[in-house]
């Protein structure tokens, strides 16, 4: 069974940071890229941040670029989110993805195939 735990949100001020934990298991982590998305009211689902299995290309959604981090350990099955200088705006659940593909041209883009529960972040201003 496919199982990603996030962990890693809370609360935090603005200009502040957070780093987000991804822990997957159930399927072959190496096989598989690994991404990012979030959700908050009133707003379509929002392609973060992906990690590429076949080389570890990282792609990110503008919102974010220049702001957040992906990388992966691979001997631990874990993806990690490293966000800095959050805003308000970036406010929502972040669910960690096991991703059928993703990239970026002209935009971020991402086809999920398995996600979790989520961990809440919420910057305040």
């Known amino acids: 069974e496919v199982q990603l735990v996030e962990s890693g949100g809370g609360l935090v001020q603005a200009g502040g940071s957070l780093r987000l934990s991804c822990a997957a298991s159930?399927?072959?982590?190496?096989?598989?890229?690994i991404g990012w998305f979030r959700r908050s009211p009133g707003k379509e689902r929002d392609g973060v941040s992906c990690i590429s299995h076949d080389d570890g290309s990282t792609y990110y959604g503008d919102a974010v670029k220049g702001r957040f981090t992906i990388s992966s350990d691979n001997a631990k099955n874990t993806v990690y989110l490293q966000m800095n200088s959050l805003k308000p705006e970036d406010t929502g659940v972040y669910h960690c993805?096991?991703?059928?593909?993703?990239?970026?041209?002209?935009?971020?883009?991402?086809?999920?195939?398995?996600w979790g529960q989520g961990t809440q972040v919420t910057v305040s201003s």
């Open positions: 159930g399927f072959t982590f190496a096989d598989y890229s």
């Open positions: 993805a096991k991703l059928e593909l993703c990239g970026y041209h002209g935009n971020y883009y991402a086809l999920y195939d398995n």
